[in-house]
T-cell receptor, first 111, second 116 residues
Framework: QKEVEQDPGPLSVPEGAIVSLNCTYS??????FMWYRQYSRKGPELLMY????GNKEDGRFTAQVDKSSKYISLFIRDSQPSDSATYLC???????????FGQGTRLTINP | GAVVSQHPSRVICKSGTSVKIECRSL??????MFWYRQFPKQSLMLMAT?????????EQGVEKDKFLINHASLTLSTLTVTSAHPEDSSFYIC????????????FGEGSRLTVL
């Protein structure tokens, strides 16, 4: 079993829809949770960063962390074609240097 | 967010030559830098962790003599692919973490290496 599981998709939704992306994990020691967006042939871009549990909102993006269920989510409201990309979840434990990444979900927003 | 610059973005070389890729943190000091390799439609594969002033720590299965990593300053790390072969063709991405070690990792734009 991988430490971090993420459905690779692909996921295709119409423009304007609410998108829900998720990751589950097995290591209860993870404390830092991140979402990255990666456009084709580009490096990943940090989208959302959360420490411990709770919600965080930034514009159309909301990140949720449920440590009791070992489950994190990224919601995209009013999705746009420019949101089409691969979304990677990542997490790490306190004191660790390395991040553990999910496989990434390929998302396409159709105009 | 913080800016990490990676250069070159694309490089084509002949088999047997060496290629150097640079990774710079432009507006912060990066005590730790990471080098990843990414195959098409796959996630990031960590190759090595580089701490400023010390030897890099390589992941299992990564040849340290083939992929030379140097992190001589708090803003620069380099990856040299020595005696490159076609199977080394890939997308290489660096990332940098700030001194606070909060987990926020900032990535370069990636370098696409093609070995003929």
């Amino acid at each position: 079993q991988k430490e971090v599981e993420q459905d690779p998709g692909p996921l295709s939704v119409p423009e304007g829809a609410i998108v829900s992306l998720n990751c589950t994990y097995s290591n209860s020691a993870f404390q830092y949770f991140m979402w990255y967006r990666q456009y084709s042939r580009k490096g990943p871009e940090l989208l959302m960063y959360t420490y411990s549990s709770g919600n965080k909102e930034d514009g159309r993006f909301t990140a949720q962390v449920d440590k009791s269920s070992k489950y994190i989510s990224l919601f995209i409201r009013d999705s746009q074609p420019s949101d089409s990309a691969t979304y990677l979840c990542a997490m790490k434990t306190q004191g660790a240097q390395k991040l553990v990444f999910g496989q990434g979900t390929r998302l396409t927003i159709n105009p | 967010g913080a800016v990490v610059s990676q250069h070159p973005s694309r490089v084509i070389c002949k088999s047997g030559t060496s290629v150097k890729i640079e990774c710079r943190s432009l507006d912060f000091q990066a005590t730790t830098m990471f080098w990843y390799r990414q195959f098409p439609k796959q996630s990031l594969m960590l190759m090595a962790t580089s701490n400023e002033g010390s030897k890099a720590t390589y992941e299992q299965g990564v040849e340290k003599d083939k992929f030379l990593i140097n992190h001589a300053s708090l803003t620069l790390s380099t990856l040299t692919v020595t005696s490159a072969h076609p199977e080394d063709s890939s997308f290489y991405i660096c990332s940098a973490m700030g001194q606070a070690n909060t987990g926020e990792l900032f990535f370069g734009e990636g370098s696409r290496l093609t070995v003929l």
